[in-house]
């Protein structure tokens, strides 16, 4: 049985906040600079390949929204250090298969409803929920971990929903300068006016690690299964969409890593059973939301690599977004800040 308070330490300890930042994105950068140190390692502590790599990667976050190294630069000259000393930032995660996070929805007469569960190590302990007004993109409120420039899942003044998860897929044959996971997710919701704009746009990015992308907006939900060899999208079926932490399309199951964990597998059957119980529900949103607290498999995790952080549910044609700020089976859905402007 699970004992839900065995990572209440953990959570208790966490950096949950909430506010608000505007600007341009160097503005921005240099904000949160000048607030919050940054994780990770620098450059002294990296290893000179990784290092030639991460600068490769850099040069593609530059081609393709170069706002997001302007905001690292102006965090750099808040904390007054070199931005070379970020630029593990951009190079994560490349190849390694992580196993995280679940996203299900269902379509109602009032478009999609969503909800989203995050789950990871306890060492990650920095969990702000930000309202971001970027000068010239689109404003959106969602998830920032430290990763700078990144966010980990959100909605923008478009309606438009976005969450990451772990793919499941064995690394690349060689690994390929591109962006990470928290880049694609920030630049998706700051560019996409539609849940298919942003489809487009994950699909057209370069990737360095296998992620699924969790997308939806007033009308239409996708999850796109990435990786550095080969991207594909899937939609709905009977009105239902569930992500969790393996390809399912079947032009990417030949990636699949070979250890793709049984949790994964069993909390995506949960979520769809949850979906189909929430399509035939007066209020779909109650049931999803009981749905992430569930401790059989769990979907509500709370042992470290699989400890949920945070939860949110998003209803985008009602303009609405809740999150719960730690584990939902302990802590409530607050409604969050519309990011309108």
Same mark, same amino acid.
């Given at each position: 049985?699970?004992?839900?308070?065995? $990572?209440?330490?953990?959570?208790?300890?966490?950096?949950?906040?909430?506010?608000?930042?505007?600007?341009?994105?160097?503005?921005?950068?240099?904000?949160?600079? *000048?607030?919050?140190?940054?994780?990770?390692?620098?450059? $002294?502590?990296?290893?000179?390949?990784?290092?030639?790599?991460?600068?490769?990667?850099? $040069?593609?976050?530059?081609?393709?929204?170069?706002?997001?190294?302007?905001?690292? *630069?102006?965090?750099?000259?808040?904390?007054?250090?070199?931005? *070379?000393?970020?630029?593990?930032?951009?190079?994560?995660?490349?190849?390694?298969?992580?196993?995280?996070?679940?996203?299900?929805?269902?379509?109602?007469? $009032?478009?999609?409803?969503?909800?989203?569960?995050?789950?990871?190590?306890? !060492?990650?302990?920095?969990?702000?929920?930000?309202?971001?007004?970027?000068?010239?993109?689109?404003?959106?409120?969602?998830?920032?971990?430290?990763?700078?420039?990144?966010? !980990?899942?959100?909605?923008?003044?478009?309606?438009?929903?976005?969450?990451?998860?772990?793919?499941?897929?064995?690394?690349?044959?060689?690994?390929?300068?591109?962006?990470? !996971?928290?880049?694609?997710?920030?630049?998706?919701?700051?560019?996409?006016?539609?849940?298919? *704009?942003?489809?487009?746009?994950?699909?057209?990015?370069?990737?360095?690690?296998?992620?699924?992308?969790?997308?939806?907006?007033?009308?239409?939900?996708?999850?796109?299964?990435?990786?550095?060899?080969?991207?594909?999208?899937?939609?709905?079926?009977?009105?239902?969409?569930?992500?969790?932490?393996?390809?399912?399309?079947?032009?990417?199951?030949?990636?699949?890593?070979?250890?793709?964990?049984?949790?994964?597998?069993?909390?995506?059957?949960?979520?769809?059973?949850?979906?189909?119980?929430?399509?035939?529900?007066?209020?779909?949103?109650?049931?999803?939301?009981?749905?992430?607290?569930?401790?059989?498999?769990?979907?509500?995790?709370?042992?470290?690599?699989?400890?949920?952080?945070?939860?949110?549910?998003?209803?985008?044609?009602?303009?609405?977004?809740?999150?719960?700020?730690?584990?939902?089976?302990?802590?409530?859905?607050?409604?969050?800040?519309?990011?309108?402007?």
């Amino acid at each position: 049985m699970i004992d839900p308070t065995q $990572d209440l330490p953990q959570e208790q300890a966490a950096d949950y906040q909430t506010y608000t930042v505007a600007g341009s994105h160097r503005e921005i950068g240099h904000w949160q600079g *000048e607030r919050f140190p940054a994780v990770g390692p620098d450059r $002294d502590d990296m290893d000179p390949d990784h290092y030639d790599f991460a600068r490769k990667c850099l $040069d593609q976050v530059e081609r393709y929204y170069p706002g997001l190294v302007e905001e690292a *630069e102006g965090y750099a000259e808040a904390a007054d250090q070199p931005v *070379e000393d970020l630029l593990w930032h951009f190079c994560l995660d490349a190849g390694k298969p992580p196993a995280h996070c679940s996203t299900v929805g269902v379509l109602t007469p $009032d478009g999609p409803v969503l909800a989203r569960n995050y789950d990871f190590f306890y !060492f990650e302990d920095r969990r702000h929920l930000v309202t971001t007004h970027p000068a010239g993109a689109l404003s959106h409120t969602g998830i920032w971990e430290g990763l700078i420039g990144g966010r !980990f899942d959100g909605v923008n003044e478009a309606g438009v929903w976005v969450s990451i998860h772990g793919g499941g897929t064995r690394r690349p044959a060689k690994a390929t300068p591109g962006l990470g !996971f928290h880049l694609i997710c920030r630049t998706a919701l700051e560019r996409a006016r539609s849940a298919r *704009e942003a489809v487009d746009l994950i699909v057209r990015l370069p990737h360095i690690a296998g992620y699924n992308y969790f997308v939806a907006d007033r009308e239409a939900m996708y999850v796109v299964e990435a990786h550095p060899e080969r991207v594909r999208v899937r939609e709905p079926k009977s009105g239902i969409l569930a992500c969790t932490n393996h390809p399912l399309h079947p032009e990417m199951l030949p990636l699949a890593h070979t250890g793709i964990a049984e949790n994964s597998r069993g909390r995506l059957e949960r979520l769809l059973e949850g979906a189909r119980q929430a399509l035939a529900a007066p209020d779909p949103a109650a049931v999803l939301q009981a749905t992430m607290r569930d401790h059989t498999v769990p979907v509500c995790g709370h042992t470290d690599g699989l400890a949920t952080f945070w939860s949110a549910v998003c209803i985008p044609g009602r303009h609405h977004v809740a999150y719960s700020l730690g584990a939902p089976c302990r802590n409530a859905y607050t409604p969050a800040v519309w990011p309108a402007v």
